[in-house]
């Protein structure tokens, strides 16, 4: 999920050069993952990303709504920000697979991720997720993006947040198409145990260690 190259047309080469470094200087992005201005540029900035929501172009794009507008994905996430617009990642099988580093999860949540909504979780990467208080969601068996026809003019709302407890660990998501009609799919929070709940109630480990000290 991040990228270990800071490289040319990428959000941090372009932050970088604006702060009048020299390139040779840029090291790597996890030599900067202290810097959370690196971190969120760093999100989502593999140049072999395959984003669904634009098929033909690979790297770190998205499309922008209600805009229709194809731009970098950090640069969409804060217009989100600004505009008060919460985003979920619908992904597919083993998300998070990979080298599961804590500042894969604490990227997403820098630039306005809130939930992941996967078929599958890689196990460590799943409990980075819950630390830095995001919702790991995960599809019942036989949906997904395919299954569902997910298209990327969809909108999302998420029911029942309020409502997880050790015992209930189903959410509501509501899928919104262009045409009106509003599919409902049941997701299952992948809270584990009653521990992981606790910390994505409270925003994550670091929150709930300062609220219990």
Known sequence: MISSVITKGTAAWDYLTNLGLDSKDFNNYLTRRANHEIVERSTFASLRLRNLMVPNQEGSFT?????????RIYEAAIQYKKDKKEIIVIAGENYGCGSSRD?????P?????????????ERIHR???????????????????????IESSDQFSLLGLNDITNENKKVLMKIHKQTGDIIEVTLNAR???????????????????????
């Open 109 to 121: 949540l820098l630039i306005g991720v809130r939930a992941i909504v996967a078929k599958g979780f």
């Open 191 to 213: 809270l584990d145990v009653p521990e992981e709940v606790n910390f994505w109630k409270n925003g994550g480990i670091l929150p709930t260690a300062y609220k219990e000290a």
């Open 103 to 107: 500042v894969a999860a604490k990227g």
């Open 127 to 149: 409990s980075n997720l819950i630390g830095m208080g995001l919702l790991p969601l995960e599809f019942e068996n036989g949906q997904g993006i395919n299954e569902l026809k």
């Open 63 to 71: 499309v922008k709504y209600p805009e229709n507008k194809v731009m």
